[in-house]
């Protein structure tokens, strides 16, 4: 690992109208953060959460946000790094997948 990922969760406080039962943007973004720490202690990472109401200026956040907007993308949209590894409801899994990828090491 040369530097630490970073992970972000694009997703809104009311929730997408396919979402019913699963849990919001937010949560989603707490729960990653906590099973990544977990699964991967001493191995610091980065994460933003990105408010596709509110996006930040970046032109490329910008361009995902409306992808989002479009019905493109469910959200929560998960991406590490700018590669998308899970939406609507992101399984685990693929995003150890991916950290792994990155050279992050499971601790058993």
């Not at 109401?53 to 479009?70: A, C, G, Y």
């Not at 899970?86 to 899994?93: A, F, K």
């Amino acid at each position: 690992m040369t530097k630490p990922v970073m992970l972000s969760v694009y997703g809104a406080e009311t929730m997408c109208a396919s979402c019913v039962n699963m849990p919001a943007a937010k949560d989603t973004y707490e729960w990653l953060e906590a099973a990544l720490k977990r699964k991967y202690p001493g191995q610091p990472f980065k994460m933003a959460y990105i408010d596709i109401d509110e996006p930040p200026n970046d032109e490329h956040i910008k361009n995902l946000v409306q992808k989002i907007r479009d019905d493109e993308y469910f959200y929560p949209l998960v991406l590490v790094e700018d590669k998308i590894v899970g939406e609507g409801n992101p399984r685990l899994q693929d995003i150890y997948i991916e950290m792994e990828k990155h050279g992050y090491t499971a601790v058993k």
